[in-house]
């Protein structure tokens, strides 16, 4: 949370004309480019298939793609908002290709753009994030059981605590008749012995 927190934070610095500046790119760098297919490739956004000049097969353009997602004005906004928790190992995977190359990062991204540079930081923590949930969400799932049974639990116990008190309070009502009855005794059996004593004298 702390690393994506901080990408959230760089996106935060952003502004519209931060992402109008990567619109205008007719010929985007090579670090652009792979940001945006990294962004593309979490969306699920598809890209254009185009023939390779020198090859004439075809090949995945992702550009258009792109264009398309930073034309959207809430595009920032979706950024925040992802449902990072739902991301596929298949999506990741298609990731590391990325990850891998020397130049992405958002240190070598920012003396190319500074918007590339803040959404290279969210792709890099969002992919971290995934591999770090799918050792904590399963905790945080045992946890949230273990608490469901332990509020059971002391549900229960609360439940005897008020049983027990009744009969607690029942059993100092009898200590306190008992109590008296007793000290009644001691009462009655000291009058006997001093009507007797008078007795004796009378007599």
């Known amino acids: 949370m702390p690393i ?89 995977r298609g990731l590391q290709k990325y990850l891998k190359e020397p130049t992405f990062n958002p240190e070598a991204m920012e003396s190319i753009s500074r918007a590339a540079a803040g959404i290279c930081s969210w792709v890099c923590a969002i992919e971290k994030f995934h591999h770090v949930n799918k050792v904590v969400a399963p905790m945080q799932k045992s946890l949230a059981e273990a608490e469901k049974k332990h509020a059971k639990v002391m549900a229960g116990l609360q439940v005897k605590q008020a049983e027990l008190k009744v009969v607690q309070d029942k059993l100092d009502a009898l200590n306190k008749d008992l109590k008296e009855t007793k000290d009644n005794k001691e009462r009655l059996e000291n009058e006997v012995e001093d009507c007797k004593r008078r007795l004796i004298r009378a007599e």
């Open 4 to 92: 994506l927190n901080k990408a959230l934070q760089a996106l935060q610095t952003l502004e519209k004309s931060d992402i109008d500046m990567l619109k205008k790119m007719a010929s985007p760098p090579q670090g652009v480019k792979l940001v945006m297919e990294a962004v593309c490739i979490l969306k699920s956004v598809d890209p254009k298939k185009e023939p390779d000049p020198s090859t004439g097969q075809m090949v995945n353009n992702y550009w258009p793609s792109a264009l398309k997602i930073l034309s959207d004005t809430g595009f920032l906004q979706s950024l925040k908002d992802f449902k990072k928790e739902s991301i596929s190992d298949k999506t990741i």
